[in-house]
């Protein structure tokens, strides 16, 4: 078996790893999704609990713990996939969609790491600046995104060991935080009368928390994808689980107590203001946290990028070359992004991420069905990188229909500044679309995907 070597260029990209190039253990799961998640942007998704949903610290806590240890569920689901077939998540959705069908999924997550990659950025330099007033806001931006794009150029072993050390030295900085502001600064008397509980906002809240972790969903096997194939589903799983859901619900619950007490309810901030001399070191690592889990994001992104290229020209066999090429050109697109977006962060962030969850859970849920249930995780790996996808072919119209057939289902039951559905204005406000996707596409796929199956082992015989 392979060992880790962080300070060398991985040489693959999406293909198959061998299983004698497999190295890590499960533990390496818990670190990378519990050290990159303590970081700016999960503060400030907490935030939204107290500064936009209005919710009492109490309330926004419970909201933030539902919310992300059942979005868990289904990130740590897709980690499991990982050791068993050794390719990325977007790869194997060919197995659900077709080699052309995947496309539209593919295209999604690409613009989804995007995102990310400039919320990520915008943040990393808006944090910096609140210590470093001298340089200008979009100098630090840059700088940023440089670093993030360098980890991903040496690829998957480096931004494992980088998760490792960002989970102490996170950990670290995220009880120093806790600890000044509440026992040195102190909170105010009134603490925990702020504001009060809503439906409406507790259940957006609940979807904000869900949507972080199956935001995860479509590339959490890209780092787990190298595990050894023997590497226990069970082990997999809950060392996912757990770094996942843990590593957010602190960061988040810090986040609301910040939007609660913070001049206009800004956590980067609030967090300068009210960590005094510790200030610092704390905006130091949460950004470098920032570029760390940037360069997770762009990596992934890359992936998915060179997966669609992929999908028209079959015969080419991207490399380390291509990966770092590709990784440079999305880095200046997110960069522009975020040079753009950083006046209006917030409000843009919100949009976003809810836009996220009506698209990426009816994809969560063809997948998880077709692996666990359908297939049982048996998959010809080989016909993924074929141009007309072996036995799953360039389309599967059951994925496809039911694909669709989950973003139009939550419509009525949206509730955005955009749109707001009928069944939510009903519910004053109250989104529960994400629910309704997974809890009606997940049987409707299952049903179809087992007929179909029947049906073409019929015409076999």
Not at 214 to 232: E, F
Not at 402 to 419: D, K, R
Request: charged residues 10%; proline residues 3%.
């Amino acid at each position: 078996m392979a060992t880790e070597s962080p300070g060398k260029v991985e040489q693959h990209t999406i293909y198959q790893i061998p299983l004698d190039q497999r190295h890590g253990t499960w533990r390496d799961l818990f670190t990378i999704w519990f050290g990159s998640n303590i970081m700016m942007l999960t503060i400030i998704t907490g935030s939204l609990a107290t500064a936009v949903f209005k919710l009492d610290f109490m309330s926004a806590c419970l909201s933030i713990i539902v919310g992300n240890m059942v979005g868990a569920i289904f990130m740590a689901l897709h980690s499991a996939q990982g050791p068993q077939l050794g390719v990325p998540q977007m790869v194997q959705t060919r197995g659900q969609f077709g080699t052309i069908g995947a496309v539209l999924v593919v295209a999604i997550v690409i613009i989804m790491y995007v995102g990310f990659l400039a919320s990520n950025i915008v943040l990393g330099g808006q944090s910096l600046h609140t210590i470093a007033g001298s340089i200008s806001e979009h100098e630090l931006i840059v700088f940023i995104a440089a670093v993030s794009v360098i980890a991903t150029i040496f690829g998957h072993d480096l931004i494992h060991a980088y998760a490792r050390f960002l989970t102490w030295a996170s950990g670290a900085a995220l009880v120093v935080a806790f600890g000044w502001i509440v026992l040195v600064h102190g909170l105010p008397g009134n603490f925990m009368s702020m504001n009060s509980f809503s439906t409406a906002g507790f259940f957006s809240m609940v979807s904000v928390g869900a949507l972080w972790q199956i935001a995860y969903a479509p590339y959490v096997s890209d780092y787990s994808r190298y595990m050894p194939h023997d590497t226990g589903a069970k082990h997999a799983f809950w060392a996912s689980y757990w770094g996942c859901s843990l590593g957010s619900i602190f960061p988040m619950v810090l986040g609301a107590m910040l939007g609660l007490v913070a001049a206009n309810g800004d956590p980067v901030a609030g967090l300068t203001a009210f960590t005094g001399m510790a200030a610092i070191p704390i905006v130091i690592i949460f950004s470098v946290g920032i570029a760390g889990t940037n360069a997770m994001n762009l990596y992934c992104g890359v992936l998915s990028t060179i997966t669609l290229i992929h999908t028209f020209i079959p015969s080419w066999k991207a490399g380390a070359r291509a990966r770092a090429v590709t990784a440079i050109i999305i880095t200046l697109v997110g960069l522009a992004i975020a040079l753009f977006a950083a006046g209006n962060f917030l409000a843009n962030y919100t949009n976003f991420i809810l836009l996220l969850l009506y698209v990426l859970v009816p994809w969560t849920a063809i997948n998880l069905v077709d692996f666990y249930l359908v297939r049982h995780g048996d998959y010809d790996v080989n016909a993924f990188f074929t141009a007309e996808g072996g036995v799953y072919g360039r389309f599967n119209k059951a994925a496809i229909f039911c694909y669709i057939l989950g973003i139009l289902i939550q419509l009525p039951f949206v509730s955005t500044e955009l749109y707001t559905g009928p069944i939510a204005k009903a519910l004053d406000g109250v989104d529960l679309s994400w629910i309704v996707g997974l809890c009606v596409i997940s049987p409707i796929y299952y049903v179809i995907a087992k007929r179909h199956g029947a049906n073409r082992l019929a015409a076999a015989e």
